[in-house]
């Protein structure tokens, strides 16, 4: 037997609203409403703000069957795909005015081929041969930034003094953006993630980032040097790519390369801080296997990337058991995937020495994330060096005190207080 989204007898007033709010005491664990939905099945129908009824996918196995189906669509501009916040409707629609479709925004909003096309342009910046090339200048940024931590007064801001730096500094040297310019270019990322902010102001800020990174690309095209934006201004020099193209690409790298890794490095702390026997574990390690498997732990646990990503079936589908048919809003959640426990035996500990690395923290399928390897990269360099040189490091407020990013795309927290 086989169900389908409008088949079921149900009026859509008794399909459970979608809801990921976690409350103050336990805010590192998935909303409690996604872990009821996820009790009820794999595979299970919401109800979204705007009345619309989508599947949201909580399993495992079905987060991985749906996102590497070729009969699901990406594309935000399609029929039916879900838009889980006003705001994120306003972007689309605000889009549409202006005549865009998904070609001609960034190709994580893409499908293949022209998703394919765009992607393979920039993978060779993110092979693990090149991103070790790094890790030594990684590690110099990380210890610089201790060492003025150390010097500055405390109590002092995790996030501020080191979580946004880290990432940001790599990411603009790796780009060939200055990062004198970090504050503009973090206060538009903080705009467009923020899932409350009204469409207008997320399409100016996109706006904002891409006159920006336009403007940075003008200029490699007459002066090259070693970085990914000179790369892809050669590929509009010999005419594979538009200036647009390469300029949402830019955009979408700068965006997703700092603010995703700076809300691990400071959840990754707090959990690991709350977690005193498993921190001791990871800071007296001198294993890199241990260390890459704490990490990829903390992505597991954590999953920032929460709340789910959004799909859209282009073709009738059948996955466990239930038809999802063309035209309907599909949402693999990744949070709820990362503590199924036919995967991850008892998925509510946190044990840095488990082999979680099939976890899906990064998405899975062809839209699976690109910068994986740096992200791994700088928290494998972070974590250590952290919990090393500041042995004494403590939170300096109260778990309830500490402002969650309750409101964003990507879950953190705003300021981590922290002493020593
Ligand atoms: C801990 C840090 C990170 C996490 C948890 C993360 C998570 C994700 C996830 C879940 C996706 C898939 C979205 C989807 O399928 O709809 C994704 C895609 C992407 N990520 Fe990351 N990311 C991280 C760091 C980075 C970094 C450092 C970069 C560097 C540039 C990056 C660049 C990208 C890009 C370009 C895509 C789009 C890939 C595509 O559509 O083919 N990410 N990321």
């Not at 495992?60 to 006003?86: C, I, M, T, Y």
């Not at 921190?279 to 990337?305: F, H």
Request: aromatic share 6%; charged share 25%; net charge negative.
């Amino acid at each position: 037997m086989t169900n389908t989204l409008n088949a079921t007898g149900e009026t859509p007033a008794e399909i459970p609203e979608y809801d990921i709010s976690r409350p103050m005491r336990c805010p590192l664990d998935p909303a409690p409403a996604m872990r009821a939905r996820q009790a009820e099945g794999p595979l299970v129908r919401i109800r979204l703000w705007d009345g619309t009824i989508a599947w949201l996918v909580t399993g495992w196995d079905e987060h991985r069957a749906v996102l590497s189906d070729q009969r699901v669509s990406v594309d935000p501009f399609q029929p039916g795909a879900p838009k889980l916040s006003p705001g994120e409707r306003a972007m689309i629609d605000a889009l549409k005015k202006q005549g865009k479709s998904s070609v001609g925004t960034s190709f994580i909003m893409m499908d293949d081929p022209e998703h394919a096309r765009l992607r393979r342009m920039v993978t060779s910046a993110f092979t693990i041969k090149r991103v070790e090339a790094i890790r030594p200048p990684t590690q110099k940024i990380v210890d610089d930034l201790i060492d003025k931590m150390l010097d500055g007064p405390k109590p002092t801001d995790l996030v501020e003094a080191f979580a946004l730096p880290v990432p940001s500094l790599v990411i603009s040297e790796l780009l060939g953006v200055p990062y004198d310019d970090h504050d503009f270019f973090q206060s538009n990322s903080k705009t467009i993630i923020n899932r409350d902010t009204p469409g207008e102001e997320r399409v100016a800020a996109r706006q904002r980032l891409a006159d920006y990174l336009g403007g940075l690309l003008d200029e490699k095209l007459t002066h090259p040097s070693e970085d990914l934006l000179s790369m892809l201004a050669e590929r509009i020099n010999v005419g594979e790519l538009s200036r647009e193209e390469a300029t949402e690409m830019g955009v979408l790298m700068l965006f997703a390369g700092h603010e995703t890794t700076a809300n691990m490095i400071t959840l990754g702390t707090l959990t690991l801080l709350q977690h005193p026997e498993q921190l001791a574990l990871l800071r007296d390690s001198e294993d890199p296997k241990l260390v890459a498997s704490a990490v990829d732990e903390l992505l597991r646990y954590l999953t920032i990337t929460h709340g789910g990503l959004r799909r859209v079936a282009l073709e009738d589908i059948e996955i466990a058991g239930q038809v999802i048919r063309a035209g309907e809003g599909i949402i693999p959640v990744n949070e709820t995937a990362n503590r199924d426990p036919s995967l991850f035996p008892d998925p509510d500990r946190l044990d840095l020495t488990r082999d979680a690395r099939r976890h899906v923290a990064f998405g899975y399928g062809i839209h699976q994330c690109l910068g994986q390897p740096l992200a791994r990269m700088e928290l494998q360099v972070v974590y250590p060096a952290l919990l090393r040189r500041i042995p004494t490091l403590t939170l300096a407020a109260d778990l309830t005190e500490i402002p969650f990013k309750h409101d964003g795309f990507v879950y953190g927290a705003y300021e981590l207080p922290v002493t020593w």
